[in-house]
């Protein structure tokens, strides 16, 4: 069974950054896409970013897209999220996510595994 545990989340004004880590045990990490969600207060879980299994190929939501970056470290079994340029409308719970399959998925259906989540908050 595969274990996600995310860190890094906290308070933050707006324009400022934070770095989100994900460590995977129980698996395979190199085999897995790996992808990061997250819920706003009141609002359904919606995709941030993933990042493929195979030559690190990254996808983002558009919301997100030239502040934010998704990176792995396989050898650390890790996945990062660097934010920069946050604004309010990033604060929700963020979840780290593995998907068995090498698609980069937007649709949280298509990932296995979960984490618990860490909470991001920014303040304007």
């Known amino acids: 069974q595969v274990q996600l545990i995310e860190s890094g989340g906290g308070l933050a004004q707006a324009g400022g950054s934070l770095r989100l880590s994900c460590v995977a045990s129980?698996?395979?990490?190199?085999?897995?896409?790996m992808g990061w969600f997250r819920r706003a207060p009141g609002k359904e879980r919606e995709f941030v970013t993933a990042i493929r299994r195979i030559n690190g190929v990254t996808s983002y939501a558009d919301s997100v897209k030239g502040r934010f970056t998704i990176s792995r470290d396989n050898a650390k079994n890790t996945v990062y999220l660097q934010m920069n340029s946050l604004n309010p409308e990033d604060t929700a719970d963020y979840y780290c996510a593995a998907a068995t399959t090498g698609v980069a998925s937007t649709r949280d259906y298509a990932y296995n595994y979960w984490g618990q989540g860490t909470q991001v908050t920014v303040s304007s």
């Open positions: 129980g698996g395979t990490f190199s085999t897995y896409t």
